[in-house]
């Protein structure tokens, strides 16, 4: 697949684009000029310019259709290449940083989920990086193997070697990660921190998805070439079609959504080829063998749940603490699948806490019951 060199994410933050389509122009503004161009060109009767101005045009439509031309809406955006897909992340710098943290955002989200973030985090010296993953966001639109849970995971410890030898500053890339995931991003932040522990200060969990949902039948029957093109056309025209995407998510949020929040998610998750890549990330979707990482050395960890999240049950929590007794479990009351987003100012200090105290004392209380007793003497 071809990849313009420009895509790559810069130390900066800049963004460049196809060489010839300059960084302020957007692909609609470029086609519509295009089309006066060729135009005038007609009218000239300079068939060489119409010419190459077409095939220039065709190109740029395959960019566009494939996720290649993509620009980040941010000012603070980039884009990091690796071999045969691009990621969109975006970077916040602290005046002087104390740590850094990334965000890895759940099913259907973008670095949108993580906009309350910079706020707390910011404040408290934390350099702050939020990612889309693969399919999602303003990241490459994939179908294969990277959406399997172990790739997606060292897809992600590459790119954080990437942000440390090249991006940030080198008093900053010698600390140790943070790690904060949601939901999907939740098991990701987990099979990252198992990868390489030693790396990570501390990893919190809010409402993971160590189940997959999917069973087996229902992935063969998605994955059969005579019906995968019904189920592309399904995710598109049923699961995200802007009825549909607002129910959705007033269900993550136990509340009605405001324009600003359904526009978050609805742009990107309108870009092409991002049902393709949903349906793909289902057939490689598979649950966390938990079992298997019994008495493995790990980083901290922090369980988040909303008191009345209906998307992932609170069991699963459960489960990763028979596992992981030493993990507390902070509930956020009122809240559902997506506290961070709707309970903020309740969700973002309890993480910055479990990092100041991963930090400060190397280890954490045994049960959940101490938890409330070892922040109280933490404050102290």
Same mark, same amino acid.
């Given at each position: 697949?071809?990849?313009?060199?420009?895509?790559?994410?810069?130390?900066?933050?800049?963004?460049?684009?196809?060489?010839?389509?300059?960084?302020?122009?957007?692909?609609?503004?470029?086609?519509?000029?295009?089309?006066?161009?060729?135009?005038?060109?007609?009218?000239?009767?300079?068939?060489?310019?119409?010419?190459?101005?077409?095939?220039?045009?065709?190109?740029?439509?395959?960019?566009?259709?494939?996720?290649?031309?993509?620009?980040?809406?941010?000012?603070?955006?980039?884009?990091?290449?690796?071999?045969?897909?691009?990621?969109?992340?975006?970077?916040?710098?602290?005046?002087?940083?104390?740590?850094?943290?990334?965000? =890895?955002?759940?099913?259907?989200?973008?670095?949108?989920?993580?906009?309350?973030?910079?706020?707390?985090?910011?404040?408290?010296?934390?350099?702050?990086?939020?990612?889309?993953?693969?399919?999602?966001?303003?990241?490459?639109?994939?179908?294969?193997?990277?959406?399997?849970?172990?790739?997606?995971?060292?897809?992600?410890?590459?790119?954080?070697?990437?942000?440390?030898?090249?991006?940030?500053?080198?008093?900053?890339?010698?600390?140790?990660?943070?790690?904060?995931?949601?939901?999907?991003?939740?098991?990701?932040?987990?099979?990252?921190?198992?990868?390489?522990?030693?790396?990570?200060?501390?990893?919190?969990?809010?409402?993971?998805?160590?189940?997959?949902?999917?069973?087996?039948?229902?992935? =063969?029957?998605?994955?059969?070439?005579?019906?995968?093109?019904?189920?592309?056309?399904?995710?598109?025209?049923?699961?995200?079609?802007?009825?549909?995407?607002?129910?959705?998510?007033?269900?993550?949020?136990?509340?009605?959504?405001?324009?600003?929040?359904?526009?978050?998610?609805?742009?990107?998750?309108?870009?092409?080829?991002?049902?393709?890549?949903?349906?793909?990330?289902?057939?490689?979707?598979?649950?966390?063998?938990?079992?298997?990482?019994?008495?493995?050395?790990?980083?901290?960890?922090?369980?988040?749940?909303?008191?009345?999240?209906?998307?992932?049950?609170?069991?699963?929590?459960?489960?990763?603490?028979?596992?992981?007794?030493?993990?507390?479990?902070?509930?956020?009351?009122?809240?559902?699948?997506?506290?961070?987003?709707?309970?903020?100012?309740?969700?973002?200090?309890?993480?910055?806490?479990?990092?100041?105290?991963?930090?400060?004392?190397?280890?954490?209380?045994?049960?959940?019951?101490?938890?409330?007793?070892?922040?109280?003497?933490?404050?102290?």
């Amino acid at each position: 697949m071809l990849f313009p060199k420009s895509i790559a994410g810069k130390s900066s933050g800049a963004l460049e684009s196809i060489p010839f389509l300059p960084s302020t122009v957007r692909p609609s503004r470029f086609f519509s000029d295009s089309c006066r161009i060729i135009r005038e060109g007609c009218a000239m009767k300079n068939k060489r310019w119409v010419l190459q101005l077409s095939v220039m045009m065709g190109f740029l439509f395959f960019a566009t259709s494939m996720g290649l031309a993509q620009e980040s809406p941010f000012e603070n955006g980039a884009f990091w290449k690796r071999e045969d897909l691009f990621l969109h992340y975006r970077i916040w710098y602290p005046p002087i940083p104390q740590g850094k943290v990334l965000f =890895i955002h759940g099913l259907g989200g973008s670095t949108f989920s993580w906009r309350h973030a910079p706020d707390f985090f910011l404040q408290a010296g934390y350099l702050v990086v939020t990612v889309d993953l693969p399919g999602f966001g303003y990241s490459q639109r994939v179908v294969g193997t990277v959406h399997k849970p172990e790739n997606r995971a060292r897809l992600l410890l590459e790119f954080l070697r990437y942000l440390d030898e090249e991006v940030l500053p080198e008093a900053v890339a010698e600390k140790k990660w943070c790690l904060v995931g949601h939901s999907l991003g939740g098991s990701t932040a987990f099979l990252v921190a198992m990868e390489e522990p030693e790396r990570f200060q501390g990893v919190a969990l809010i409402a993971p998805a160590l189940r997959n949902p999917a069973g087996r039948f229902f992935k =063969i029957l998605t994955s059969f070439p005579p019906t995968r093109k019904c189920w592309i056309a399904l995710i598109r025209n049923f699961f995200l079609a802007p009825s549909r995407l607002k129910k959705s998510l007033q269900v993550a949020y136990g509340r009605k959504v405001t324009t600003e929040e359904f526009e978050g998610y609805r742009k990107p998750l309108e870009l092409s080829g991002t049902a393709r890549s949903l349906l793909s990330l289902v057939n490689n979707a598979a649950s966390l063998k938990l079992s298997s990482f019994r008495g493995k050395f790990h980083p901290p960890f922090l369980l988040i749940w909303g008191e009345k999240d209906r998307v992932v049950p609170r069991r699963q929590g459960k489960r990763f603490r028979e596992i992981f007794p030493d993990t507390p479990l902070r509930i956020i009351q009122g809240a559902f699948h997506c506290p961070m987003e709707t309970h903020p100012k309740d969700v973002y200090p309890v993480i910055l806490e479990f990092f100041a105290t991963s930090t400060e004392k190397g280890s954490l209380p045994e049960t959940r019951e101490s938890w409330s007793d070892f922040q109280e003497a933490h404050r102290r």
